[in-house]
Every structure is written in C-alpha cells, then in structure tokens.
C-alpha cells in the first residue's frame, strides 16, 4: 500500500472541507493547481461528515468511491459534495451546519476478495480495527469503513452481519454459499474539531 504523509492528509481534509463550503457559497471554490502527486492516482476514498455536540459525534453523511476508478483528486471533491449533499440518510448538510461538523477523509486500498472453502471461515479473516468490508450478493452491495466495527465495539461476526444489513441483506447472509466478501484498508486524516488541527487517525 502507498502511504500518504501527514501534509498530504491535512491537504485532503482541508480540500474536502473548501469544497463543501464552495458548494455551500461561504467561499470561493477551492483552487488545487498545488494539489501533491499524490492526487493523482487511482484511489478509492470516502469522506464522512461528523456533527459535534454535547454527546459526542454523530454521522452526518459518509459517501465515497470504494474502487479505485478515479483521480483521487476527483474523487475526493465528488465524495465531499456527495457526502455533503447526496447522503439519502439525511437532508443536505446548511451552511450554518459547517461550524459544526469534522470532516474525516479516509483513503482505500483496493478491495480483495477474502477467499475460504467454507462460509464460516469468513469471521477467522476479518481483522477488526484494520480490515474494512463490502458485502456483495443478488446485486445489493455494502460497505463499511475499518473504523465503523472499532466505533461499535463489533467483534467479527457481528461487523459481517451489519455489513450484510448495510447491503439490504439478511444479518446471516454472509454465511449463505454465492455471498462475496472483499476487504480493504484504509488511511484515515480527520479535523480534531470543525475546521481545527488534522490528525492521522488510528484506529484502536
């Protein structure tokens, strides 16, 4: 896997942060004639929006590209607005929202099909803090992010059922034969506070 360097992140989250506000016309739409080269490769990414208050973060929007089949420069913009604008959990994120929300942008590996003679070895392959999922079968499709099972407190079985119910599926689908699981990984910067210090965030 590539790596992304801190100033890279904090380029990526401020990015994704300008352009919500563009959008939102507080500012100016964000020039990226300095983007790093990094940009430029062929990544999967996701933006989440998180929205502070006295209990803590809630989500506010989460949408992304979990393949890498864009500029990551691209993909980022388009994830923010999305994630922003375009998350049918919720109404479109208002301007008056923004001094509220932490934007946490989280860069993908590719996906890997996880490969097992038999269902049940499913849960012996996931690795909780590290591995991110997508659930695939019939056409639904679900994923969710490395820090999502952390959050929750999942062990392996139940961050494969919940992925399972992300893809409209029954929770026990992942144990069904013609069910595909793929992981990947993820490098994660996120704002500490709305629009404060970035950080590498490690998942524990």
Known sequence: ?????????????????????????????????????????????????NKTGAEGHSLRGCIGYPYPVKRLLDALRESASNAAFDDPRFPPVKASEMSHIVVEVSVLTPPETVKVKSPAEYSGCVRVGTDGLIMSRGGRRGLLLPQVATDWGWDPEEFLSQCCIKAGLPPDAWLVEGTEVQRFQAIIFAEESPSGAIARHVIE
């Open 1 to 49: 896997m590539f790596t992304i360097t801190d100033a890279e992140g904090e380029y990526m989250v401020k990015l994704a942060r300008a352009t919500i506000e563009a959008d939102l016309g507080l500012r100016d739409a964000p020039s990226t004639r300095d983007a790093p080269k990094v940009m430029q490769q062929l990544c999967g990414v996701f933006v989440t929006l």
